[in-house]
Structure formats: C-alpha cells, structure tokens
C-alpha cells in the first residue's frame, strides 16, 4: 500500500476512535475555539517594554525598577509559554496521546509558577541586601519609566481579561497584575526619592510587592499541581456522588471510583457497579447518567457492571450443600 494511502487509512481510524457518537460526552479534548491573538498581543507588548525597563532600570541603578522589569521578563516568559501551551492545546487526539493535549495548559501555568516563586526569592534576598546598604538610585528617571510601564501593564491586563476559561491565561494574568503592582511601587519609590532623597524606600516597596503576589503564586501552584495529579474536581463531592450511585435502583455497591478533570473544566468519572441483575443494566446506566449529569454536572462516564458476587457465592454454597 503507498505511503499516503496508509497515512489516510490511519488518520481515518483515528478518527473515528476518537469520534463521539450519541450518548456520549458532548465535550472535546481539545480547544478549537480558543484564539492566540489573546496572548500573542499580551506577549508583544510585555517583551518590549521588558527590555525598557531592564536597560533604564540599570543606568537609575533602581531596585523597584529593576525587580519590576525582571516581572516583566518573567511576564514574557509566561505569556510564551501560555501561547505555546494553547497552540498544543488546539493539538486533536491521536493515536499516541487519545486524551489530546489540554493538560499542556496546566503544565505551562505550573512550570510559571515556580518561575515567579523564583523571582520574588531573588527581589527580597536583594531587597534586604540594599536596606543594610543603600545605594544611590535616580528617582526621576524611576517615576517616569515606571509610569509607562504602569499603562503597559494596565493594557496587558485588559487584553487578557478577555480570555475567561483558560488556566493558563489566569495564570498569565496574575504574572501580570503582579507587575501592575510592582509598577506603581516604582512610581512610589522613584517619587520618595526624587522629592525626599530617602532611599530605604526603594527595597521596602520591593520587599512589599514580593508578599503581595506570593498568596496569587501559590494559589496558582496549588490549582495547577491538582489538576495535573488529577485531583477530584474542586466542585464535586466524590463521596456524595458514590452514594448517589449506591442510591440507585438495582445498583449493590460501588467500588474502583475515580474523578478528575480530562480538561480543566471537564470531569469525568470512571468506576464498578456491582448489580442485581445484568438485564437490567441499560436500564441502571441510563438512570445513572442522567443523575450525574443533573446533579453533578458530569457527563464523560465510564462505567463497568459487575453481577453481585455475594449473590453468586451464597447461590454455590447452597449448591453444594444439595
């Protein structure tokens, strides 16, 4: 068979694999809907701007400039990563990875929070380095650079804000919020000093801005690491949905129970119902998905049905003893 041909023949299996018929889930794996544009403008914008406040922040020798561009520059990292991850994210399933790629979200928005824990390591060490020994830092330079780093940021926000599903995005978003801050402790610091002289000022701000996006980091961490252990889905109560199961007609018991989210925002569930009567398992099942469609808002369901085994030993025993 010739190559092309084989490449058709496989990409039509794959497909249809992967195809959704009726009573299955609605949702897809991947996010064909989503834009890059989003990000793309975000990213633009904050990788330029990064390099203005790196070079002006040197010649102020200006600490809350400085650690606002290295925000920054953490920010462009982040909004690359967040577009990459969105591109793979659009990726459909495979052959060799069935669930598609929405995960990758998740991984960039990790991998982005570790990066900011990085940052604000490096700010305070350097902040309490300076307190014990200030350095000379030219306010008015500050003051106007970080001004228009503040409308820069003010932008980027706005442009992000747009996009309110996507993990990742949040995640982005909050690199950035963290340099809107960051931005007006610049403008503070740069003013103090300019019409003050007091140059504490400048690491005090930076120490102050460091504890403010910490708990949004670790927040970040928190809701990332959890989906990507595939973590019981914040708004589902997993023992509440196996006494529903139980609860229901002709079901036994429940047991092998998994719930996570395939895509944030997607659960699904997967498990083994021990029944009373195989006959009656369309039945059973179709009661089932319609409860937890209704009550818990799950629609991508897996279920294997298993005859009561008490059932069956008690019915041998009785056998034998005949």
Known sequence: MPHDAHSHQNNHQHNHLHAHRHGDATHQHFFAERSQSVLAWALGLTLFFAGVEVVFGLISNSLALISDAG??????AALGLALLAQVIAKRPPTAKHSFGFGRSE??????NGLVMLGVIVWISIEAIQRLYKPEAVQGTTVMIVAAIGLAINIIVAWVLSHDKESMNTKAALIHVMGDLLGSVAAIVSGAIIAYTGWMPIDPILSIFVSLLILKSTIGVLKE??????????????????????????????????????????????????????????????ESIKKMLLEKHGIDHITLQAEVLRDEEFGEAECNHQH
């Open 71 to 76: 925000h920054m520059v953490t920010d462009s």
């Open 106 to 111: 998740a991984l960039a928005a990790f991998v």
């Open 224 to 285: 990332s690491f959890h989906f990507l252990m595939k973590g019981v889905p914040h708004q589902i109560d997993f023992v509440k949905i196996g006494e529903d199961l139980e609860a229901t007609p002709g079901v036994a018991s429940v047991h092998d129970l998994h719930i996570w989210d395939m895509s944030p925002g997607q659960p699904a569930l997967i498990g083994h119902l021990e029944i009373d009567d195989l006959l009656a398992w369309p039945r059973i099942l």
